[in-house]
């Protein structure tokens, strides 16, 4: 992993109103994929925010993450459950993110400009438009 200098934020891309499952369900899908058809470790990101703002683990911060392509040293990845191209994040949820970025920035000396979206990184509509407002507004403030 290496020194941590960076932190992006993802989203999970589908909304929980539409699958129909709970949290836990959707949590150990995200894992089955990433573990069983992607053949990674654990789980691709680090700490993932559940609808209710709890913040789970899904590897540990010492590992290195497998979350953007080329960009995954020294780089944490938290998601937020949720696909925010198409709905709002829930107000528990970015008050959990923002609780969980204030403690990662403090821990690891991480200025708010290290910030980033996963569309800072690469060419995608993650984490929607809904969030990625959120935290362009949060990491200049
Ligand atoms: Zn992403």
New binding site residues.
């Given amino acids: 992993m290496g020194k941590i200098t960076r932190i992006t934020v993802?989203?999970t891309g589908e909304h929980l109103a539409d699958t129909g499952l709970d949290e836990g369900e959707i949590l150990r899908r995200i894992e089955r994929y990433h573990v069983e058809t992607r053949g990674w470790a654990a789980i691709g990101y680090h700490l993932l925010v559940g609808r209710d703002g709890r913040v789970w683990e899904g590897r540990p911060l010492t590992c290195q993450g497998a979350?953007?392509t080329d960009h995954n040293p020294g780089n944490l990845g938290i998601?937020v459950l949720g696909d925010f191209t198409r709905y709002r994040p829930r107000p528990a949820q970015l008050a959990g993110l923002r609780q969980a970025l204030a403690v990662l920035c403090t821990q690891h000396h991480i200025e708010r400009r290290a910030l980033l979206a996963?569309r800072d990184l690469r060419v995608?509509a993650?984490?929607g438009d809904a969030l990625y407002a959120w935290l362009r507004a949060y990491r200049s403030a």
């Fill in positions: 993802h989203h979350h953007v998601t996963h995608t993650c984490p």
